[in-house]
């Protein structure tokens, strides 16, 4: 725990675009874990090379979104700038550069789409997609909290720790003493006083 907090607060001591680098690393490692989690648990479809291209895929959708949500974010950030006006030209080829990802990874993608697995690989499209709202779409806003001060990235990060270590501190401390009803089922060590 104290290496991550000390790495936390080295991140925020850096600046702006440290912790958006933070942000970045943290969209890759929850997209790769969410994708490998259906990767799994269909294993056995996958592993046959009958779906050709099947992690290429999802990771160059992963590349679609965020050259599409940074593009942008990227070129706004040099509009507003005046000591990076220089780079305008580069900014206006956001747009034509994330709809050309896009095209060709729909095309690809709708070339690998195999007889027989048109189902699953349409299930699996629909999971990338739903994956990408819950990395890109959401981590979004947060890029744009930390160009618009640190301390409105800051503060809500430090509220949950502070939620989650409190609500550890009172289980264990009060933890079944006054309820003793189990809080939820699948983790036992949940109580109503952490809870509260």
């Excluded at 409105?152 to 990060?157: G, H, K, R, Y």
């Amino acid at each position: 725990g104290l290496v991550m907090i000390s790495c936390f607060i080295g991140c925020l001591a850096m600046g702006h675009v440290y912790v958006g680098l933070m942000v970045v690393l943290a969209q890759v490692a929850l997209f790769r874990e969410l994708v490998k989690v259906r990767y799994h648990a269909h294993y056995a479809t996958i592993s046959g090379g009958t779906i050709p291209l099947f992690r290429t895929l999802q990771w160059m959708w992963f590349c679609v979104a965020i050259a599409y949500t940074y593009g942008d974010f990227v070129a706004e950030i040099i509009q507003h700038n005046p000591q990076l006006h220089g780079y305008l030209n580069m900014a206006h080829y956001a747009t034509i550069l994330s709809f050309a990802l896009y095209s060709g990874t729909f095309v690809l993608t709708i070339a690998t789409m195999q007889v027989g697995h048109i189902k699953f690989q349409l299930n699996q499209l629909c999971w990338t997609i739903v994956v990408l709202c819950l990395t890109v779409g959401q981590l979004k806003y947060i890029m744009h909290n930390i160009f618009n001060g640190l301390y409105w990235f800051a503060l809500p990060i430090m509220l949950v720790v502070t939620n989650d270590c409190m609500a550890y501190i009172c289980g264990r401390t009060c933890g079944r003493k006054f309820i003793h009803r189990p809080f939820i089922a699948f983790s036992p060590n949940k109580t109503w006083e952490g809870f509260i």
